[in-house]
């Protein structure tokens, strides 16, 4: 980033906002799979060279120079023991500082940036000489420029901290579904700190799941304008945009438009990220959608597409969702890889076994294909697990008599018409009100 802007910098503060774009493989995977960025470099005088370029790294450094120089002159040529011993202490802590800004970034922490500068000042005010004090007219004013400068800094840092109150209040409405109140609370939050394209986002994800899609897109789109490499925003574009394609084609609309505005913002986050899950299912969508709509060759090549991603989003998911293994199904029985397909819809109804759209997938499966062996496991693990359950309220007795239907489908299937028929009376009575399980386990 340094050699990239080598004059001026990226400018103050935007390390976080350019960094993205330089992420080494460790970096990439890292997000992927924790979502952890580094926002600070780790080394205090290359990012003053990232965000200042070389006319501020020069600044940096003379300072740190210049404060040794002075304090080792002092040492050298005091008079008295206590004047050498302080030029001596203010000596090592700058040395300390400057060593440690080599791993760390202690002048971006308020803290240790204001002893720095304490320091600093001390170094100045006691090596320098009585008679030059106050010789020169900005000295004499430097006490009302440093009280503006402090007030102008304490200004915004109260508007700061109000706004990430306001944000974790917005957070904390929306986790209740009241999102008209977080709303409300992030809107003004950006009115604290417009620049926060946090903010703008979190008021996005309200304003989406409040159903007002068309404000949401400006607030997502507003976060992106912050923070062009900001990918939770462009996964939520997509995510609007893919929730408004059925709607689109309700009217006729091919869909296309919608594909291509996803398609190239999962192109833009995949740049960065190869391999964050949430964009390789986005594309694995897109490619599933295209692939509905392709000619036979066009739509195979898709659902390849489509499963390469889906395989990679799973990869890099700490706990992949169900739904996302049966997306990575409907790819792989487009592909024809019957036994992949089979599968992942096995793992869908482990992941969710209470899923009954999963168990349907599942069993519209085996008819379509006549493959039964890993519905039959699926189903009888299933059972085992409800059977075991010590509680069986009217919830489990719902589920058992579903799980009863579904083997009696799938044995009917198989032509077993006396093991299904067993199946189907658990089934009916499972269903009854009241019915306990004392004579299911006998089915």
Avoid at 89 to 117: E, K, M
Avoid at 379 to 385: T, V
């Amino acid at each position: 980033m340094a050699i990239a802007y080598p004059l001026f910098g990226t400018g103050p503060g935007n390390f976080q906002i350019d960094n993205a774009r330089y992420w080494s493989p460790f970096e990439q995977d890292w997000y992927a799979t924790e979502r952890k960025l580094n926002t600070h470099v780790h080394n205090d005088l290359l990012e003053t060279a990232v965000e200042t370029g070389v006319l501020g790294t020069a600044c940096h450094a003379g300072l740190i120079l210049l404060l040794l120089f002075k304090s080792l002159l002092a040492y050298f040529s005091s008079q008295t023991p206590e004047r050498r011993r302080f030029a001596l202490t203010i000596a090592g802590l700058v040395t300390a500082f400057a060593i440690d800004g080599l791993t760390g970034f202690n002048l971006r922490a308020p803290v240790s940036a204001a002893l720095f500068f304490v320091i600093a000042g001390m170094c100045d005010g006691v090596f320098r000489s009585a008679a030059r004090l106050g010789t020169h007219a900005w000295y004499r004013a430097a006490p009302a420029l440093l009280t503006v400068a402090m007030l102008v800094v304490a200004v915004a840092e109260v508007s700061t901290f109000a706004s990430q109150v306001m944000l974790l209040q917005g957070r904390g409405a929306a986790h209740w579904k009241d999102y008209a109140a977080a709303d409300s609370l992030l809107a003004r939050a950006q009115r604290f700190a417009p620049w926060n394209w946090t903010l703008s986002y979190e008021r996005g994800l309200a304003l989406q799941q409040n159903g007002d899609r068309d404000r949401a897109a400006t607030a997502f789109e507003r976060a992106l304008l912050q923070n062009p490499n900001y990918l939770p925003a462009r996964i939520a574009l997509c995510n609007l945009a893919l929730e408004a394609l059925p709607d689109a084609k309700k009217t006729g609309d091919s869909g296309a438009a919608f594909l291509d505005y996803v398609q190239g913002n999962i192109d833009a986050t995949l740049a960065l990220c190869p391999n964050l899950p949430e964009a390789n299912e986005i594309a694995g969508r897109v490619a599933m959608y295209r692939a509905a709509n392709a000619a036979k060759e066009d739509a195979t090549a898709q659902y390849r597409i489509a499963v390469d991603r889906l395989r990679d989003a799973i990869a890099y998911t700490g706990e992949p969702r169900q739904d996302t293994y049966a997306l990575l199904a409907g790819a792989l029985t487009g592909s024809g890889d019957m036994r992949g397909a089979e599968a992942a819809l096995a793992r869908a109804v482990e992941i969710m076994p209470e899923s009954v759209e999963a168990w349907q997938s599942f069993e519209q499966f085996a008819f379509t294909t006549s493959r039964t062996d890993a519905l039959l496991y699926a189903l009888e693990r299933r059972l085992d697990s409800l059977l075991s359950l010590k509680s069986q309220d009217h919830d489990v007795s719902v589920q058992m008599a579903d799980t009863y239907l579904h083997l009696g489908n799938a044995y009917t299937l198989r032509r077993d018409t006396e093991i299904a028929n067993r199946y189907y009376r658990a089934a009916a009575r499972m269903s009854k009100p009241g019915q306990k399980n004392s004579e299911s386990s006998g089915a």
